[in-house]
Nanobody, 114 residues
């Protein structure tokens, strides 16, 4: 049984920054890759992913602006978002896939005002 809890969302002006956090409640966090997604009306594309070894990859739209890291001692990933744009607004979820089963948090809302 895994539970994911996101936090850190809020309202920020264009060009501002936010850091989202996803805390993993379960076992062997350090062995799992973690992924952040953003919810649109009809899709939920990947924003960033970090492997168990700590290598992050990013969607093209956020490359160079977002930084994903992990703290295995705290079982938490951090998504640092800089130079935010209105199109970054949305509900952000973190995800982990264990044994072909996806677990999701409840999401955290990001609003970037123009």
């Amino acid at each position: 049984q895994v539970q994911l809890v996101e936090s850190g969302g809020g309202v920020v002006q264009t060009g501002g920054s936010l850091t989202l956090a996803c805390t993993f409640y379960g076992t062997r966090f350090a062995e799992h890759g973690m992924t952040w997604y953003r919810q649109y009306a009809t899709s939920r594309p990947m924003v960033a992913r970090i492997a168990a070894a700590g290598n992050p990859t990013y969607a093209e739209a956020v490359e160079g602006r977002f930084t994903l890291s992990r703290d295995n001692a705290k079982s938490t990933t951090y998504l640092r978002m800089d130079n935010l744009k209105p199109e970054d607004s949305g509900l952000y979820f973190c995800n982990v896939r264990l044994s072909d089963t996806d677990s999701w948090g409840q999401g955290t809302q990001v609003i970037v005002s123009s």
